[in-house]
């Protein structure tokens, strides 16, 4: 009966839905140290490794991992890492035909180091993730058609999220706004046309000026951010859970599921993702922020971004074991 809650028959018609993310994609440099250098210090790593993230080509392949018809619009440069960045799209099944290649600058970068005690300082270098210019959107733009779900984040010009919302809201179809990394504010023509704008704590305090540390300050801090245009809020509050916002005002408060966390790194895009491909097939906010979180909780279980991210499957296998604990 649970996963039937989770999974209630469509209430649309069967037209198939599709997501586009309009995004970022970058390679990792991760490094292992004891501790940060201060200013002037040269400091040896301990351990260094090379991954594939950037917060768009994160929640595209987590989206398609939940089994949703996944369309990437990106901007990658003309080296190995913008290849390996397209091919492990690919082999997620992402389509990639609009992901653009760039002649002018290289593949975005994001330089992480990662202390003993597990926290993370990242370094970005955008390249050519800040040329995904808005002609870009108008040279994809035969892709918004039929029925999708646009997916946006804050790692790619805002102008251009802007001109794919507009495109989306003309089209009258939803439009997600993951406002990470955090800025300070955000343009009121797209906040106001935003339908499910997904923050996690520290990107709401940013926002909002307001501590979110329980489902309480998470409400009021809600409330807020509501006041500035977007139809729903979701507040993503890491091993506390989520609190919801909807457009008639219900509350929905989701205490997070327990899991074994060992690196919280794309728990935000494996919700994110995970919750645009359930809600674009079902269209219900609750049971799509229930398999989210599952999501979510699923990702801080394994290291890396990509390769941390769940398969539907994994999902459903994880929510029918806790039904049968419920
Ligand atoms: P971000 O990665 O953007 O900071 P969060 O840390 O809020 O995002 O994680 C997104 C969601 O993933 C949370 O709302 C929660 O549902 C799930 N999640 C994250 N960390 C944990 C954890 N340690 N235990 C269980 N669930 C988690």
């Known amino acids: 009966a649970y996963l039937a809650y ?13 997501i586009i993310v309009v995004g970022s994609l970058s390679q990792d440099m991760v ?32 989206a398609s991992r939940s089994g949703v018809s996944t369309y990437f619009i990106g901007n990658i440069g ?25 002649s002018n600058y290289g593949t975005g970068l994001a330089f992480i180091t990662i202390t003993p005690d597990g926290n993370n300082s990242i370094i ?19 892709i918004f058609s039929g029925r999708y779900i646009l997916l946006l984040q804050l790692e790619t010009p805002i102008e251009t999220s802007l001109t794919a919302a507009k495109i989306a809201f003309s089209q009258k179809q939803p439009i997600i706004l993951n406002p990470a990394p955090a800025a300070k504010q955000l343009p009121k023509e797209l906040l106001e046309i935003v339908d499910f704008f997904i923050p996690n ?29 977007p139809k729903n809020i ?21 205490t997070a599921y327990k899991v074994s966390a060992i690196d919280t790194v794309a728990a935000g895009d494996a919700f994110c993702g995970a919750f645009a491909a359930h809600y674009s097939q079902y269209n219900s906010i609750e049971p799509a922020i229930d398999y989210a979180s599952c999501a ?26 806790m039904a049968k604990i419920k």
């Open 201 to 229: 704590q520290s990107e709401t305090q940013i926002l909002t000026g307001i501590e979110v540390t329980d489902f309480n300050s998470a409400k009021i801090a809600a409330q807020k951010l509501k006041s500035l245009g």
């Open 31 to 62: 490094l292992c140290v004891n501790y940060l250098p201060t200013p002037g210090e040269t400091i040896i790593a301990s351990d260094f490794k090379i991954g594939l993230g950037g917060k768009g080509n994160n929640q595209a392949i987590a």
């Open 296 to 321: 979510g909780a699923l990702a801080t279980t394994k290291t890396g971004a990509v390769d941390s991210l769940p398969y539907k499957s994994e999902i459903l296998d994880y929510l029918e074991k």
């Open 234 to 254: 979701i507040i993503t509050m890491g091993d506390i859970g989520v609190y919801a916002l909807t457009d008639d005002n219900q509350e929905i408060i989701k």
């Open 78 to 102: 003309s080296d190995e890492a913008g290849k390996l960045l397209k091919q492990s799209l690919i082999a997620n099944c992402v389509h990639t035909e609009c992901l653009y290649t760039d």
């Open 6 to 18: 989770i999974f209630q028959p469509k209430i649309m018609d069967n037209t198939q839905t599709k």
């Open 124 to 142: 970005i270098a955008p390249q050519a993730n800040n040329n995904l210019k808005p002609e870009l959107i108008e040279k994809s733009s035969y």
